[in-house]
């Protein structure tokens, strides 16, 4: 059994054998960094195929389509756009989406049911689909195409977001978007993910969840969800190797990396937070509950008190407790300890005398670490989000996103 993975240096959702893809630009979205916003990723054998949604109410076209499609052992492609989510859209919605998805499918030569789609972008308007076809007529595949859909998908992103690592014989590589409209309740805006690892679907499906809730929803950027959340893993199995099953002695390996790939993904879109300048870590222990834990830590890191403090600097720690206090998880002051990049500010509910300028500095850093600690039990979670600065309302007031 191997119980270590690597980090691919430059590695992207095409690191994994057998996985090509290409980008083009049909003009849909206007803000588009790399003048490009459609992309197909493509794999050469079919693909068992599994996904996690937004759990939404208020969901996109590409969304009900694909969760009428996954699981599935026999995807060949995903094609996705920027600029338009195709959600809100009636009665055009699904019909729009089938015509983008028959058109990429068409584009590898492959029946319409081996294709899975993703849209995001603005909500209301319809997906200009011959524009879409005459982009997807031209798009161009390669090994190393990854990098243009990671920069194809993006919105307000400002980087694209993309990585890879192998564990074993096998590897396993991922892009992401998102900046806006993130706090998850299933997965991220978008992520594809793709592996030429031989697994079972069953395991697959239980994989993917179990990364999803380490990683993606367990980051926040404004509180806001969004109607295209979708996360799709694609295992092609042209790794070889035996089987890996629930139980099995790959199982443990495969897990552990992808929720290092996913993980590595998650604090990528919180770091890229519209305007955000900080990555902020949360990390809870001795919570009574695993849900409990998970609850404060969201709390705090979608708390706009707590991310203005950050943003400006503020050892203001007290706005930290209150956001514990109002998570609705189990909470005693008395019990309760907290340090911000390490510097202890509170030990059993009692204030610890701190040097207030080296707080100022810790908080000035790109990356800002919080630990609470409830000590009422053995459960512990990590939670990352971003500042909240005046940039994210210029960009959210300014422009259609």
Known sequence: MHTDFTFIENGTVTSPSGFTAGAAYAGINKHARFNLDTALLASAV???????????????????????????????????????????????????????????ADRLGIDAFEMLIASTGVIGKRLPLEALKTAIASIKFSSNGGDLM???????????KQCAVVCGGYTIGGVAKGSGMIHPDMATMLSFITTDAVVETGFLQHALREAVNKSFNMISVDGDTSPSD????????LAGGETITAGSEE?????????????YLAKAVARDGEGATKLMEVTVKGAASAEDARQVARVITTSPLVKTAVHGCDPNWGRIVAAAGRSG???????????????????????????????????GGSEVKIELDL??????????????SAEYVSINADYTT
């Open 251 to 263: 199982a443990a390996c495969f897990q552990q990396a992808l929720d290092a790939l996913c993980i």
């Open 230 to 237: 979708s996360v799709i893993l694609l295992a092609n199995g």
């Open 150 to 160: 990671a920069k194809a998908i993006m919105t307000t992103d400002t980087i694209p």
């Open 375 to 388: 000590n009422l039990g053995s459960f512990a979670a990590i939670a990352w989000g971003c500042d909240l």
């Open 329 to 363: 998880a189990a909470f005693v002051l008395e019990k309760l300890s907290l340090a911000i990049g390490g510097a202890l500010v509170l030990s059993n509910g009692q204030p610890v005398p701190a040097d207030n300028d080296e707080l100022v500095r810790v908080l």
């Open 46 to 104: 079919p693909c068992h195929a599994v996904g996690v949604f937004t759990t939404s109410g208020f969901k996109a076209a590409a969304v009900v389509l694909c969760q009428s499609r996954v699981p599935s052992s026999s995807i060949r492609g995903i094609v996705v756009n920027s600029g338009c989510a195709n959600a809100g859209t009636g009665e055009y919605g699904e019909p729009d989406a089938q015509n983008m998805l028959t058109a990429a």
